[in-house]
């Protein structure tokens, strides 16, 4: 049985040495935010471009409105940022047109991605992607989500905010002096499937997928009571440096518990060879998942406790998005003006700050490297299934040493009882006024421990012959 225990005691070991080589914390590093915009101009900044982006009330996915959108955020591109647009056989002057299959319609309709980019000037072909869907649609309060019930919405928190947000950064970020290039993306008819997204991801070839370190998305940052990011199931490198810098720049960002995400598929394997997923892969992020890339997706909402059904900005409130009170007077008399703004500059520092760190590359890729290890291996149903019956051998052996060792402690223990009895029949035989007890059961002890060492003894002496 002691061969057995250090057998198991080494598997556990082993176990836990893989698991801190994976997911071990990153080394810190200091992270300088001197060429971060402060907030004021941030704010000043990003409410202008949230007024003038929220006048296409109908945004809804292949509608004239989307398309006006798109051309507004072409145009501030263009006037106001060094992004220059994307031009190959795929995307003409910035543009990426497509066609989907709509949700609301079930026909064919046409849209637009808007693709801009920016050269770092260093001499690399590695990149990060940033984006966002633009499109939007909101339904009457209290109606069933249908073609029917659709109205027309600012949809602050379901695109806007997330536009304006990305617009700013792209003004900005020329000022971070990055080490790699930045391409940033507005996917059309992201409420129609990611659409957009999906279009994108499927023209990246593997050579391309080789410089692209990572995807960042923004979904409905505009609104809620705390802001998150996701990046796996399970904390890795990656992860821990995004919590260090929005923890050290003092911004209401963190990393999302993925059990206070309610499912939101279970019906059949996907992509990732998972039979699920859930609200922090349920945006364009999980287009560049599915296709290999690492992925960081930032939203916003009030997950803190238990296991939230569905969308859920403010604990015991109405839900703004998808409804006709996702605008700028509506949120800003509920939580007030600085709610939105607040959210957006948390976000948008904690991606500058992350951008800027000394070690993003390195913890990209060791993130890489750990997330497909975890889809591996929980993708594979065969390596479950054979991990699951090792997992329940070892416990069956483990069960089978504790009941061995309670019985060899219930046998000695009725020995001592069985002794007791004896020497107290005999004491009485002997002694017709009594027995004292207390002499009977030293008795029995004495001759219990006796047999014990007799036993141990023998047992030495069987192992030495073997």
């Given amino acids: 049985m002691k061969k057995l225990t250090k057998i198991i005691l080494t598997f556990f070991v082993a176990?836990?040495?893989?698991?801190?080589?994976g997911f071990g914390n990153f080394p810190k590093s200091a992270v300088s935010a001197s060429s971060i915009q402060d907030s004021q101009t941030f704010v000043t900044d990003v409410s202008e471009v949230l007024r003038n982006y929220v006048t296409f009330k109908n945004r809804l996915?292949?509608?004239?409105?989307?398309?006006?959108?798109?051309?507004?955020?072409?145009?501030?591109?263009s006037q106001n940022t060094s992004f220059s647009p994307k031009d190959n056989a795929y995307v003409l002057d910035g543009v990426q047109t497509?066609?989907?299959?709509?949700?609301?319609?079930?026909?064919?309709?046409?849209?637009?991605?808007?693709?801009?980019?920016?050269?770092?000037?260093?001499?690399?072909?590695?990149?990060?992607i940033i984006g966002t869907h633009y499109d939007a649609v909101a339904f009457k309060n209290g109606s069933l989500q249908t073609k029917e019930n659709i109205v027309e919405s600012e949809s602050v928190t379901g695109s806007a905010g997330n536009v304006a947000t990305l617009l700013v950064l792209a003004k900005y970020l020329p000022s971070l002096n990055l080490n790699f290039d930045v391409e940033i993306v507005f996917f059309g008819a992201g409420e129609s499937n990611n659409a957009g997204s999906n279009f994108y991801t499927q023209g990246i070839t593997d050579e391309e997928k080789k410089n692209i370190l990572c995807y960042i998305n923004f979904d409905s940052i505009a609104v809620g009571k705390y802001t998150y990011f996701y990046v796996d199931e399970v904390s890795n490198k990656l992860s821990n440096l995004i919590s260090d810098v929005a923890s050290n720049g003092n911004t209401n960002v963190s990393m999302v518990k993925t059990y206070n995400l309610s499912k939101v598929m279970t019906d059949n394997t996907n992509e990732l060879g998972l039979n699920y997923y859930h609200l922090a892969m349920n945006s364009d992020n999980y287009s560049f998942m599915k296709n290999g890339i690492t992925a960081i997706n930032f939203f916003a909402g009030d997950y803190s406790y238990g296991v939230a059904l569905g969308l859920n900005e403010y604990e015991n409130n109405e839900i703004i998005k998808y409804t006709e009170n996702d605008n700028l007077d509506y949120i800003s008399k509920t939580y007030g003006s600085e709610s939105i703004t607040k959210n957006l500059y948390d976000v948008y520092k904690t991606v500058c700050l992350t951008l800027t760190d000394s070690n993003l590359e390195s913890a990209i890729m060791s993130a890489k490297n750990?997330?497909?290890?975890?889809?591996?291996?929980?993708?594979?149903?065969?390596?479950v299934v054979y991990l699951s019956v090792i997992a329940f051998i070892i416990f069956v052996i483990i069960a089978l040493y504790i009941y061995h060792k309670l019985e060899i402690k219930s046998y000695y223990s009725n020995i001592e009882k069985e002794f007791l009895t004896t020497v107290v029949q005999i004491s009485d035989e002997i002694n017709a006024n009594g027995v004292d007890e207390n002499v009977a059961k030293a008795v029995s002890q004495v001759v219990a421990r006796d047999i014990k060492k007799t036993k141990t003894i023998k047992s030495k002496k069987n192992n030495k012959n073997k």
């Fill in 98 to 128: 497509f066609t989907f299959e709509s949700v609301f319609s079930s026909i064919y309709e046409t849209s637009q991605n808007i693709i801009f980019e920016y050269d770092s000037g260093k001499d690399t072909d590695k990149k990060i």
């Fill in 370 to 383: 750990s997330l497909n290890w975890f889809y591996m291996f929980f993708g594979n149903e065969n390596l």
């Fill in 61 to 77: 996915a292949g509608s004239d409105g989307e398309k006006e959108a798109s051309e507004f955020i072409k145009n501030y591109l």
């Fill in 15 to 21: 176990i836990m040495a893989v698991a801190s080589v």
